[in-house]
């Protein structure tokens, strides 16, 4: 009986997503690789399997899902003085993390789609050519008519450093579990599932459900203190949550001074069913959970950089974590190497997404 209920339960797997490897069958189901191979065998041997569809994961993309905006960066010349006008610099580029992130992991060669709100003016008009330009996909992301395209401006100090930030992103909550229903052939094609808490929690729920269902890995990425009320309760079928320790903080409803206090949290979110957790420390470096490894909660430090600009090295983070998981699913410490790799370069730029950013910037002997 036990055989025949796992031998449904592969078949079922393999119609929902026909590209899993025997690997991936075999961790979603805890069995061994060779237990799943006579399965799928004695499927094929009743017919009920005619072949399968092995393809090479970089036909696959990245499918990042959440804000697309412009973003103005004010860098002050001088310390900032309320209640006066502050000279500054201004320098406006594309923004918004999942296009960000979208845009790393296009420079790194990874084969992405963008699935976002844009208006129909002519910001969200730039935001999509400037994607596609770059090889990124835009056909799934939604244009409202008669609306205005999303914003974010950061102000830095003259250092490069953030002292506070605005953001208008209401338009992502279009992207409802709806709209991402209706783009089903970009969430099948996708190897990777990669959502900004820009989405609203029924949206996220919607992206855990179909990480469940198809067995993709789901990456979330909270994006300020306001929109962790989208992050939902049940955290099932989440394989990594990247956050700041204010973030992790505001979850956990308390301040979290120390690193067993940041332990202890990080273990409350796995208990509430996300695999992996990485919590930014700033210029600490990151703190990660790597349950695949065996290992408690560990502090990576931070790569030495001569800061510039702050401003997009969260999302450079993210996207070396993704683009090194894709690659190496059980090594998530190798991927934040990546990650801190990436966004040390980041902070060097001026730009939100560095530009000389290519293939080859990592070590593959690494």
Known sequence: ?????????????????????????????????????GYIAQLTKEGRILGRAYVLPDHRTFLCIGGANIDRKLRLSASLQNGTSNPVVQRESFGGVARNIAENLARLGGLCSLLSAVGDDAAGQSLLKHAGALGIQTEHSLILPGAASGTYTAVLNPAGEMEMAFSEMELCSALTPEIL???Q????????????????RASISFLQEEARRTVKPLILIAVSLPKMVHLPDDLQGVRLLILNRSELEQRAGRHLPDVASLAQACGHLQQQGVEDVLVSLGAQGVGMTNRRAGQGFGILPALPAAVQDVTGAGDAFSAGVCWSLQRVPDDLHLACQRGLQLAAYTIQTETTVAAAINPAIFDEES
């Open 1 to 37: 009986m036990k055989a025949e209920t796992n031998k449904e339960q592969i078949l079922a797997l393999i119609q929902a997503n026909p590209y899993l490897s025997q690997q991936e069958l075999a961790t979603h189901l805890s069995l061994s690789r060779s237990a799943v191979a």
């Open 185 to 200: 052939s970009g969430l099948a094609a996708a190897v990777m599932l990669i959502a900004d808490l820009n989405l609203c």
């Open 181 to 183: 229903q209706q783009r």
